[in-house]
């Protein structure tokens, strides 16, 4: 019954490798985001989908590219891995793309580029 | 920038007692919304209660409520009744109202003693 879920949990990868995270929410919500987490447990913002189109597009390298094949997934492509990429990847979901609607997440992806 | 501050790494509480989980912040923006989540061994950030700024009335969700003191920016969590499952990292969380990016607090995490 897990409300927003993310696979997979840990991903330890090479630099210049491509990868993907996975997201799914079963609360029938029409928004999903993705976040960074930085050491300071500071949530900034990548990407944002609403009814399967993209919203928000921060400042975010190019390496990353978000796919979101229906309203329930949201999933994260990362090309030509780099050190830096090195962080906790959360996975959001709400009901609509407003700030007063409450984000739920999901548990979150540790990605480790060696 | 905002920050969210949890000067407790570890608190405990026997089992149908309460605690209380401190957290504080620092922001110039006079709207926003502050959440504690709640993350189990699974991982999976659980939303606990939300408070938006704006209302003076303390949220609460059954055996969880909140102080919320504008002035002194300070949101603490209490638990009436803890019981076993309430064992958990819980982050206390601010978003600003103009945009999606969350600041999560380290975290404190309970034991709940039998």
């Known amino acids: 019954d897990t409300a927003v879920s993310q696979t997979p949990k840990y991903l330890v990868t090479q630099m210049g490798n491509d990868k993907s995270i996975k997201c799914e929410q079963n609360l029938g919500h029409d928004t999903m985001y993705w976040y960074k987490q930085d050491s300071k447990k500071f949530l900034k913002i990548m990407f944002s989908y609403n009814n399967k189109e993209l919203i928000i597009n921060e400042t975010v390298p190019n390496r990353f590219s978000p796919k979101s094949p229906d309203k329930a997934h949201l999933n994260l492509h990362i090309n030509s891995l780099e050190l830096g990429d090195s962080a906790v990847y959360f996975c959001?979901?709400?009901?609509?793309?407003?700030?007063?609607?409450?984000?739920?997440f999901g548990p979150g992806t540790r990605l480790l580029v060696l | 920038a905002q920050t969210v501050t949890q000067s407790q790494p570890e608190m405990s509480v026997q089992e149908a007692e309460t605690v209380t989980l401190s957290c504080t912040y620092d922001t110039s923006e006079s709207d926003y919304y502050l959440f504690w989540y709640k993350q189990p061994p699974s991982r999976q950030m659980i939303l606990v209660i939300r408070q938006e700024a704006y209302k003076q009335q303390n949220a609460t969700e059954n055996r969880f409520s909140v102080n919320f003191q504008k002035a002194a920016k300070s949101f603490s969590l209490k638990i009436s009744d803890s019981q076993l499952g309430d064992a958990a990292m819980y982050f206390c969380a601010y978003r600003s109202s103009n945009n999606n990016d969350m600041r999560f607090g380290a975290g404190t995490r309970l034991t709940v003693k039998p």
């Open positions: 959001a979901s709400s009901q609509d793309p407003r700030p007063a609607k409450t984000q739920y």
